[in-house]
């Protein structure tokens, strides 16, 4: 276990991601890479006991970013780029993380997200839509057993993506 700073914790996921993004993406590769970065690392000042650190999976339709390398929204307030107007299947990793100071101690205010969002086909119109939160690493294989287990999310990881969507942005 490594506990790192939430900047060196955009660096290292943004490192981790980059090699994905200049490929041809391997859907359980990916996943993989994202549970052990949430496994792996903690986030100094992110408490596991006040879920300031959570790992969150989804899965239905979503309109990706036209954005082709990881961006760092955090930066971008005005000039924040598009989203396509195309509605693909999708499947969202996203690690939150809080960490409280002096300045900022409300979770809206100061938390980020580190978005992994991979896309597929356009949607069907029949596409089941859910999330799971792992809020705690000790819940991390129960959880992802339940993931990929999920028949919708299972057909995904085992097809090619069209797109693929790594970001950091404030939640709130």
């Given at each position: 276990m490594?506990?790192?700073t939430?900047?060196e914790a955009?660096?290292?996921?943004?490192e981790?991601m980059?090699?994905?993004?200049?490929s041809?993406v391997i859907?359980?590769a990916?996943?993989e890479?994202?549970?052990?970065f949430?496994?792996n690392?903690?986030?100094m000042?992110?408490?596991?006991?006040n879920?300031?650190?959570?790992?969150?999976?989804?899965w239905?339709?979503?309109?990706p970013f036209?954005?082709?390398?990881?961006?760092d929204?955090r930066f971008?307030a005005?000039n924040a780029?598009?989203?396509s107007?195309?509605?693909l299947q999708?499947l969202?990793?996203?690690?939150?993380?809080f960490?409280?100071?002096d300045?900022?101690?409300?979770f809206?205010?100061?938390?980020?997200?580190l978005?992994?969002?991979?896309f597929?086909?356009?949607?069907?119109g029949s596409?089941p839509?859910?999330e799971?939160w792992?809020s705690?690493p000790?819940?991390?294989?129960?959880?992802?057993?339940?993931?990929?287990q999920?028949?919708?999310v299972?057909n995904l990881v085992s097809?090619?993506?069209?797109l693929?969507?790594?970001?950091?942005?404030y939640?709130g």
């Amino acid at each position: 276990m490594c506990e790192i700073t939430q900047e060196e914790a955009v660096v290292k996921f943004s490192e981790l991601m980059n090699p994905f993004l200049s490929s041809v993406v391997i859907p359980p590769a990916l996943v993989e890479t994202v549970i052990n970065f949430y496994s792996n690392f903690r986030v100094m000042g992110a408490s596991l006991e006040n879920c300031d650190d959570m790992l969150l999976l989804e899965w239905g339709v979503n309109r990706p970013f036209l954005i082709s390398s990881f961006t760092d929204f955090r930066f971008l307030a005005h000039n924040a780029p598009n989203f396509s107007d195309r509605q693909l299947q999708w499947l969202g990793l996203t690690r939150q993380i809080f960490t409280p100071t002096d300045e900022c101690v409300e979770f809206d205010a100061g938390a980020i997200a580190l978005c992994t969002y991979l896309f597929f086909e356009e949607k069907s119109g029949s596409e089941p839509a859910s999330e799971l939160w792992i809020s705690y690493p000790s819940e991390l294989n129960d959880k992802l057993d339940e993931f990929l287990q999920n028949p919708f999310v299972a057909n995904l990881v085992s097809s090619k993506p069209s797109l693929l969507n790594v970001f950091v942005t404030y939640i709130g």
